[in-house]
């Protein structure tokens, strides 16, 4: 059966420092596989998406994610975390319309 | 991209009532979802809504409990009927084409009480 794993439910990070966010998925084919950050009150909004090519994708906001098949994974990065980042943060698998969504991890930033 | 309008943004409801949730897509889009979100907990899909046939809901939702209405291919509603404390929630629409991401509307909190 389809899955997507986030294992880290709650995750503080200090300004400044960097950020990954794991995220693995059990599939019967390579779906496409997205993030997406929802802000308190908010709505969802795509950060990044793979559905082929390059692995390495940049998305919005200075993240980006890698897609490692052998690891069945997709982890999301960040370089130099912003206080704004602080949300929830969902990773998203995909094929033919039927998208399925991790149970989200909470980022916390430090000041 | 998609953007995505659903409205009432919150409401407050008596248990026993009905709440009517719509969405409307910018562009004509070929799928449109219904999601919930829980407090504290992802998303999980109550339906896909189809245009000009009944919707495909998904294992524990169902028809009577949430009807979907999909007139045309850019507007959807969806309806929580007799609604209990447990319908509380955040209930989301997303709209998208064939293997694309998924765009979401800013969600409907319902409060029931």
């Known amino acids: 059966a389809q899955s997507v794993t986030q294992p880290d439910i709650h995750i503080t990070v200090s300004e400044g420092a960097s950020l990954e966010l794991r995220c693995n998925y059990s599939?019967?084919?390579?779906?496409?596989l997205f993030w997406y950050v929802q802000s308190p009150g908010q709505g969802l909004q795509l950060l990044l998406k793979?559905?082929?090519?390059?692995?390495l994708v940049q998305g919005i906001k200075g993240f980006e994610a890698e897609f490692k098949r052998s690891q069945s994974s997709f982890n999301l990065r960040k370089p130099s975390v912003h206080w704004s980042d602080a949300a929830e943060y969902f990773c998203a698998v995909g094929l033919n319309n039927d998208m399925r969504f991790g149970a989200g991890t909470r980022l916390t930033v430090k000041p | 991209s998609a953007v995505i309008s659903q409205k009432p943004s919150r409401d407050i409801c008596q248990r026993g009532t009905s709440l009517t949730i719509q969405c409307q897509v910018d562009?004509?889009?070929?799928?449109m979802f219904w999601y919930r979100q829980q407090p504290g907990q992802s998303l999980t899909l109550i339906a896909t809504?189809?245009?000009?046939?009944?919707?495909?809901?998904e294992s524990g939702f169902v028809i009577d409990k949430f009807p979907i209405s999909r007139p045309n291919l850019t507007f959807s509603t969806l309806t929580v009927s007799n609604m209990s404390p447990e319908d509380s929630s955040i209930y989301l629409c997303?709209?998208?084409?064939?293997?694309?991401?998924?765009?979401f509307g800013q969600g409907t909190r319902l409060t029931v009480v």
């Open positions: 562009s004509q889009v070929t799928m």
């Open positions: 599939y019967g084919a390579t779906p496409y």
């Open positions: 997303s709209a998208g084409t064939a293997n694309t991401e998924a765009f």
């Open positions: 809504a189809n245009q000009g046939s009944e919707a495909t809901y």
């Open positions: 793979y559905f082929s090519g390059d692995t």
